[in-house]
């Protein structure tokens, strides 16, 4: 199999004492390069621990992880995880939290790049700014501007708006599609919620419960801007719910 992302029949369980947990019970797919991938399941199905395998972050029991054809035995330098919990430094402003990953001097003017990326998430004239005097949503956009200034390939984004209110949920949603039409990059999301994965991704795979496989793949071949209310994404979210037993 060819692609950016290759995923070879992973699977992963936890032991503890004589008590073992099957989470990921066989997972294969491919991601190609430039590509939005959705994957969705039922809580407590394995989709945290399913993204951590594939970011390098954690080691299946059995299978393999591909990125560019080279084997992944740890985190990739290619991709960057953003993920629900927040990694903001608050003890840093906006400016110096996005320079925080830019190491080495090929760089060029570090203080430059990184308000070129504030400006980019909607972040510019707070450059000064400490984490205490953002809201939660600005927190979240300079969370996007440090992971994007470090130009990586990949992202992995593990329910990162999942905190923010509805709407602002759907402020980053867009905002997110408007910086990938500037910024070519291959995006794996995991996410709860149904309507964010139509709503963003070129590609949607359904999980099962526990040990979790893939259950179901969909494709959405409609361009962006999306409008949920159309027939036949409303028609698509019945069948992915259908999919979750709801």
Known sequence: MDGKIVVRDIKKKFVSGKT???????????????EFVAIVGPSGCGKSTLMKIISGFERPDEGSIHIDGKAARGPSPKGIVISQHGSVFPWLTVQQNLMFGLNGDQHGDKAALA?????????????????????????????????????????????????????????????LLRILEEERHTVILITHDVEEAIYLADRIMVLSPRPTVIQATFSVPHPHPRRLSSPALQQLKEDILAELGL
Request: no cysteine; net charge negative.
């Open 20 to 34: 073992s947990l099957p989470v990921v019970g066989g997972v294969s797919l491919v991601v190609e390069d430039g």
């Open 115 to 175: 308000d070129h990326h504030a400006a980019m998430v909607g972040l510019k004239g707070f450059e000064n700014s400490y984490p205490r005097e953002l809201s939660g949503g600005m927190l979240k956009r300079v969370e996007i501007a440090r992971a994007l200034v470090v130009k990586p390939e990949i992202l992995f984004m593990d329910e990162p708006f999942s905190a923010l209110d509805a709407l602002m949920n759907l402020r980053m949603r867009t905002e």
